[in-house]
């Protein structure tokens, strides 16, 4: 039984030294691979799946020992390990960005309705947002007589932080009208929104 160990090493070196060994592996043999990296475990697997054999994994503290059998010479010839490199988790948090009252264009009672009804169901998602970030108009659905402001609060309430632009409010002379979220400025709302997975804006 042919080893290799990619223990210290990591993405794209163990794919890589994994596919050096597949090559020089006879028929019928089987090769161990072991690993300290959950990241290059995770990646290793995808390799090996994606040229047709499905290894079998066991863990003893930090190590990880996957053995598989042969795939077909002409996959592994064919395959690029680096390809399969990934250095860590996705990141998929996201930021729900508003800019207006309205959800969409064209009738503006119909978009007033949408959001409303957009951020009712925001809170049932199995996934939820880190932030809601209100800018220009958008502030406006955080004030007291809105029937958006409640739902902006029960989003608060599960933890999600409800970001409003200060000189949006400050434009609009909403200073005291506002009953919900937390008002911030551009500098720290750019920075939330580059460090999200991803920004929605409906």
């Known amino acids: 039984m042919k080893i290799v160990d990619t223990k210290g090493f990591t993405c794209p070196q163990p794919l890589i030294m994994l596919k050096e060994a ?25 390799y090996l799946r994606d040229q047709g054999v499905e290894p079998r994994v066991t863990t003893s503290g930090k190590v990880h020992t996957l053995v598989t059998g042969r795939p077909a010479a002409s996959t592994v010839e064919a395959s690029d390990p680096v390809a399969y490199c990934s250095t ?19 009738d503006p009672e119909l978009g007033r309705t949408l959001m409303e009804t957009f951020l009712d169901a925001l809170k049932l998602q199995e996934k939820l947002p880190t932030h809601v970030i209100l800018y220009n108009g958008g502030v406006k659905l955080a004030t007291k007589t ?5 739902s902006l609060a029960e989003l608060e309430e599960l933890g999600i932080r409800v970001m409003l ?22 500098i720290v709302i750019t920075e939330t929104l580059a460090s999200a997975g991803h920004v929605v804006y409906p």
């Not at 809105?146 to 409640?150: A, H, R």
């Not at 949006?168 to 909403?174: E, K, M, Q, T």
């Open 165 to 186: 632009c200060g000189a949006c409010i400050d434009h609009y002379g909403l200073q005291y009208g506002i009953g919900v979220g937390m008002i911030s400025n551009m």
């Open 88 to 106: 860590g988790p996705v990141n998929d948090d996201f930021v729900v960005c508003i800019k207006g009252e309205l959800m969409g264009e064209g």
């Open 22 to 46: 597949l090559l020089e592996t006879e028929t019928g043999e089987e090769l161990t691979v072991y690993t300290d990296n959950d990241t290059s475990l995770q990646n290793l697997l995808t």
């Open 146 to 150: 809105t029937p958006t402001c409640q």
